[in-house]
């Protein structure tokens, strides 16, 4: 049970976290729409999904030692590392901005539903996880009280339980 619990909610943990990098991604096209030679950015986020649900918990990322403060890093930085792909304009800008707002908008307000989405069903799991416990509880506690009312007479055989 608390394998199939934490599998649910490892799944949510990486998919709610991918959903506000991406609308990171998008906020920041839309505030960079009027800066000449922006490329959009986005990812596919089914596949980044994938890749981070079939990742196991031990693979770690490689640091390479550096002898000078001029390397680069190796490491990939940020939830969604290397994933972040530019996007193909359908109609290309004479300043060789690639944002298309109306695109922009459109995936944001997607992304943002999809987030609340994924929120709400949280809740309601998490909701009727606390309902299950409870009425479990209440289940228990209810024997415990009705279990002294009940007593056996002595004119009866021993197998038999009679209302008080």
Request: proline content about 5%; hydrophobic content about 40%.
């Amino acid at each position: 049970m608390i394998n199939k619990l934490d599998k649910e909610l490892n799944f949510h943990q990486h998919a709610l976290s991918l959903r506000v990098a991406r609308q990171e991604l998008l906020s920041n096209n839309v505030a960079n729409a009027d800066t000449p030679h922006f490329k959009a950015k986005d990812i596919d986020f089914a596949s980044v999904l994938r890749e981070k649900l079939a990742a196991s918990p031990t693979q770690a990322t490689v640091n390479l030692d550096s002898t000078s403060p001029l390397h680069f890093n190796s490491a990939v930085e940020g939830i969604l590392g290397d994933s972040v792909l530019y996007r193909v304009p359908l109609q290309p800008s004479a300043d060789g901005n690639t944002v298309d707002m109306d695109l922009e908008r459109t995936q944001f307000a997607d992304n943002s539903i999809k987030y609340d989405a994924s929120i709400s069903f949280i809740n309601n799991e998490f909701r009727n996880l606390m309902l299950a416990m409870q009425e479990r509880y209440s289940c228990h506690c209810s024997m415990y009280l009705i279990l002294p009312a009940l007593r056996l007479p002595p004119s009866h055989s021993v197998g038999m339980w009679w209302p008080a």
